[in-house]
């Protein structure tokens, strides 16, 4: 898929958010890392990089690399309309241990998923997908640290810059709005 978002920037929204922390703790410590370690032995479960983001990751393939790779075909799935061609999908060898640096974007900005109203207003909520797992931070909604929560939103004002990651952001945001 043809992203606009050079590998450059994606490096500089990750030297971003490895500045801010969603808490000021290792809230690893309060579930045992359940984002990180539920996947390790479902197939099924991993992480999707955005479009343009395996750039950042070529040199992390292989055998030796710490992650295990996958490429589905964005038509099988439940991805916009304008995306065609492969998505890729990673997994971790040995969560919760990664090179913190090397994160993909979604475990960075996790718990928070942007939504985009239907006036085109952009904003930060918590994530809402169903998950495999009961994330602390959200369901004792602890207070998130004001330097993530701003981070976290200009990173996503760079990256819905992009048509396709547009409109990803828009078509979750839709199906939310219809089911409230
Ligand atoms: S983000 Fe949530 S699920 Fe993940 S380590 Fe922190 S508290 Fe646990
Ligand atoms: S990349 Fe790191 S932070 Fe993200 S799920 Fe894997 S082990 Fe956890």
Redesign the pocket.
Known sequence: MKCTIKRRTYLAIYRLLDKVS?VPFD??Q???????TCGSDDEELGIYLLPGEDKVHQDSKGDNSWLTWSAENAEDFDFPDSWKGKVYFVRCKTP?VCPREKRPLQCRT??LTPHIDAAGNLSLILNDVELP??????EDELPLSPAFVKATLTCWKHLIRDPLIYDLVRQDSKERDLVK
């Open positions: 969603p809230c690893g309060l579930c045992g890392a359940i984002c990180c919760p996790f718990p797992y009961l994330c602390p931070l959200i």
